[in-house]
């Protein structure tokens, strides 16, 4: 087993790490205006936050539709309409005050959204098998942190203009389906239909496995857009004082230690399992959240959350391989696409979770509260898997 060279000039590959950065712009550009759109607009910590909530609402129940769909029919059949329809659903929110129409848009582009990063992952999972799977979720991983960097300072640039300048980049959609278009074979469907189908799925893969590994995904995801994507913009703008764009530098400085860690992700699953870098990767948010209920200062917030940035490059590439090695290509889309419904519930989950209880106790007991949870997972997997004798998995 052995990790071999990244396909750079591959146009399949060029179309995965395409999608994902789109996917992950849903949130990520937003997050840091969040201080600017809840001043423009008059709203509450509460109510601000469903502009994540929204979008990640629909992708519960559409991932798996999608993950037949793309089954059935093949992945460009799928991909194509996802990324034109992300990308003018959230472009068209430049043009809208209203509040509720804004919320519509954003259910309707999360919706496109939820075909995404999904079949991202599916493709690489079609496509690569062994330690190079693992290398190649790592590049798409960090690809996604290049992104989650980037975009934070990007919006953060943007709303300090208009607070509606960054939906504009959401149109950069419609060319990445084009590129889909032209670049991914047609047809590769099978002959998924239906509610069987997703008995079929269900049957093909190990059951406790899967659920630990869907559960774990939704754990992430809430505290991650929770703590870190809703929590932590409001309490630097209304702490500290930063700007949307001063916000969007702390973020970055996670995003960048996620795509540092991502790229070793292949290296590392040689030498240990994906189960053990996940419970590395728990002890991590722990430590990095827990640093930032500690700091004091926006310098002392920006070095503690790299630990969290860590971890999520740890995790997410590991969790991404082990989904992605559940089951053969024949149900891979389906499987993957429970991925999504499992990451959207923690998405819809965090961000009303931690700024409703922070109206009663405030944001830094519960950075605190969800510190001491991390930690305690990880240690607590830690032990298990160390008990369970686990060994790099030959899938990751």
Known sequence: MSVGSVPWRSPTFHVILASSLMGVMGVSLISPTLPAVRRALALTDPQVSLLLTAFSIPGIVLAPLIGVLA?????????VPCLVGYGVTG???????????????????????????????TLIGDTFEGARRNQLMGINGAAISVGTAAYPLLGGALAELSWTAPFAL???????????????????????????????????????????????????????????????????????????????????????????????????????????????????YGVGLGGVWIARSPVEVTVAILGFGVGMGLVIPSLDSITSSLVDREFRGGVTSFRTSAIRIGQTVGPPLFTTAAVVAGYRPLLLVAAAVTLALGAATSVLTR??????DSDG
């Not at 043009?95 to 992952?121: K, M, P």
């Open 71 to 79: 089954d059935r029919y093949g992945r460009r059949a799928v991909l």
């Open 91 to 121: 472009g068209s929110i430049v043009a809208v005050q209203q509040f509720d129409l804004i919320l519509l848009l954003r259910v309707a582009q999360g919706g496109a959204a939820s075909g995404l990063v999904t079949l991202a992952v």
């Open 170 to 284: 959401y149109f950069l959609g419609v060319p990445v389906g084009l590129l889909a278009l032209r670049a991914l074979p047609g047809g590769g469907g099978g002959e998924a239909r239906g509610l069987g189908y997703f008995g079929d799925v269900l049957a093909a893969v190990p059951t406790r496995r899967t659920a630990v590994v869907y559960g774990t995904y939704v754990v992430v995801f809430a505290v991650l857009y929770g703590a870190v994507l809703t929590a932590l913009p409001l309490v630097l703008a209304r702490q500290y004082g930063l700007s949307s764009f001063g916000v969007g530098l702390v973020l970055t400085a996670s995003s960048v230690a996620t795509g540092v860690v991502s790229t070793l992700n292949g290296r590392l699953a040689l030498r240990l399992s994906g189960d053990r870098l996940v419970a590395l990767g728990f002890v991590a």
């Open 387 to 392: 008990r369970g004798g686990a060994t790099p």
